[in-house]
Nanobody, 118 residues
Framework: QVQLVESGGGLVQPGGSLRLSCAAS????????MGWYRQAPGKQRELVAH???????NYADSVKGRFTISRDNAKNTVYLQMNSLKPEDTAVYYC????????????WGQGTQVTVSS
Protein backbone atom coordinates (compact mmCIF):
# COMPACT_ATOMS: atom_id res chain seq x y z
CA GLN A 1 0.00 0.00 0.00
CA VAL A 2 1.59 3.26 -1.13
CA GLN A 3 1.39 6.15 1.28
CA LEU A 4 2.34 9.75 0.69
CA VAL A 5 4.38 11.23 3.50
CA GLU A 6 4.00 14.99 3.90
CA SER A 7 6.12 17.26 6.02
CA GLY A 8 6.84 20.92 6.59
CA GLY A 9 3.57 22.29 7.90
CA GLY A 10 3.28 24.36 11.06
CA LEU A 11 2.55 27.73 12.56
CA VAL A 12 4.05 30.82 10.97
CA GLN A 13 3.52 34.55 11.28
CA PRO A 14 2.06 36.57 8.40
CA GLY A 15 4.77 37.31 5.87
CA GLY A 16 6.69 34.21 6.80
CA SER A 17 7.65 31.16 4.75
CA LEU A 18 7.20 27.41 4.88
CA ARG A 19 8.27 24.58 2.60
CA LEU A 20 6.12 21.51 2.24
CA SER A 21 7.44 18.18 0.99
CA CYS A 22 5.64 15.05 -0.13
CA ALA A 23 7.16 11.70 -1.02
CA ALA A 24 5.83 8.23 -1.69
CA SER A 25 6.59 5.63 0.97
CA UNK A 26 7.51 3.01 -1.63
CA UNK A 27 8.56 2.78 -5.24
CA UNK A 28 5.99 3.99 -7.77
CA UNK A 29 5.91 4.66 -11.49
CA UNK A 30 6.77 8.27 -12.25
CA UNK A 31 3.70 10.47 -11.71
CA UNK A 32 2.32 12.37 -14.68
CA UNK A 33 0.99 15.07 -12.38
CA MET A 34 1.97 16.13 -8.88
CA GLY A 35 0.00 18.71 -6.99
CA TRP A 36 -0.93 20.42 -3.79
CA TYR A 37 -4.48 21.13 -2.65
CA ARG A 38 -5.76 22.81 0.48
CA GLN A 39 -8.94 22.84 2.50
CA ALA A 40 -9.83 25.54 4.99
CA PRO A 41 -12.51 25.01 7.65
CA GLY A 42 -15.98 25.21 6.14
CA LYS A 43 -14.64 25.41 2.58
CA GLN A 44 -14.19 22.97 -0.28
CA ARG A 45 -10.82 21.53 -1.15
CA GLU A 46 -9.14 23.65 -3.80
CA LEU A 47 -6.15 23.32 -6.08
CA VAL A 48 -3.12 25.30 -4.99
CA ALA A 49 -0.64 24.26 -7.67
CA HIS A 50 0.35 21.35 -9.84
CA UNK A 51 3.31 20.37 -11.97
CA UNK A 52 3.55 17.93 -14.85
CA UNK A 53 6.29 15.41 -15.47
CA UNK A 54 7.70 17.85 -18.01
CA UNK A 55 7.82 20.69 -15.51
CA UNK A 56 4.81 22.73 -16.61
CA UNK A 57 3.14 24.42 -13.68
CA ASN A 58 -0.24 25.86 -12.85
CA TYR A 59 -1.16 27.96 -9.82
CA ALA A 60 -4.30 29.23 -8.18
CA ASP A 61 -4.60 32.97 -8.69
CA SER A 62 -4.51 33.53 -4.94
CA VAL A 63 -0.98 32.12 -4.63
CA LYS A 64 0.67 33.27 -7.87
CA GLY A 65 3.91 35.08 -7.21
CA ARG A 66 4.11 33.77 -3.64
CA PHE A 67 4.17 29.97 -3.94
CA THR A 68 6.45 27.81 -6.04
CA ILE A 69 5.90 24.14 -6.80
CA SER A 70 8.78 21.90 -7.82
CA ARG A 71 9.49 18.20 -8.15
CA ASP A 72 12.39 15.79 -7.96
CA ASN A 73 11.67 13.07 -10.49
CA ALA A 74 14.46 10.85 -9.19
CA LYS A 75 12.84 10.79 -5.77
CA ASN A 76 9.18 11.12 -6.85
CA THR A 77 8.97 14.01 -4.44
CA VAL A 78 7.03 17.23 -4.79
CA TYR A 79 7.68 20.45 -2.91
CA LEU A 80 5.72 23.62 -2.26
CA GLN A 81 7.69 26.70 -1.27
CA MET A 82 5.31 29.19 0.33
CA ASN A 83 6.46 32.77 0.83
CA SER A 84 4.69 35.92 1.99
CA LEU A 85 2.13 33.81 3.78
CA LYS A 86 -1.21 35.36 4.68
CA PRO A 87 -3.80 34.37 7.30
CA GLU A 88 -6.09 33.28 4.46
CA ASP A 89 -3.52 30.63 3.51
CA THR A 90 -4.40 28.79 6.71
CA ALA A 91 -5.65 25.34 5.77
CA VAL A 92 -4.83 21.66 5.68
CA TYR A 93 -2.60 21.06 2.68
CA TYR A 94 -2.77 17.77 0.78
CA CYS A 95 -0.42 16.43 -1.84
CA UNK A 96 -1.66 14.41 -4.79
CA UNK A 97 0.17 12.17 -7.25
CA UNK A 98 -1.48 10.94 -10.42
CA UNK A 99 -0.45 8.61 -13.20
CA UNK A 100 -2.57 8.10 -16.27
CA UNK A 101 -2.85 5.24 -18.75
CA UNK A 102 -1.18 1.93 -17.94
CA UNK A 103 -0.66 1.35 -14.19
CA UNK A 104 -2.72 4.43 -13.43
CA UNK A 105 -3.04 5.64 -9.86
CA UNK A 106 -4.32 8.60 -7.85
CA UNK A 107 -2.69 8.91 -4.42
CA TRP A 108 -3.43 11.46 -1.69
CA GLY A 109 -1.45 12.46 1.35
CA GLN A 110 -2.92 12.56 4.83
CA GLY A 111 -2.71 16.34 5.00
CA THR A 112 -0.49 18.75 6.90
CA GLN A 113 -1.76 21.77 8.80
CA VAL A 114 -0.51 25.23 7.86
CA THR A 115 -1.54 28.03 10.20
CA VAL A 116 -0.66 31.65 9.50
CA SER A 117 -1.26 33.80 12.54
CA SER A 118 0.40 36.43 14.67
Amino acid sequence: QVQLVESGGGLVQPGGSLRLSCAASSSIFRPDLMGWYRQAPGKQRELVAHITSGGSTNYADSVKGRFTISRDNAKNTVYLQMNSLKPEDTAVYYCNLQKWGTWAYDYWGQGTQVTVSS
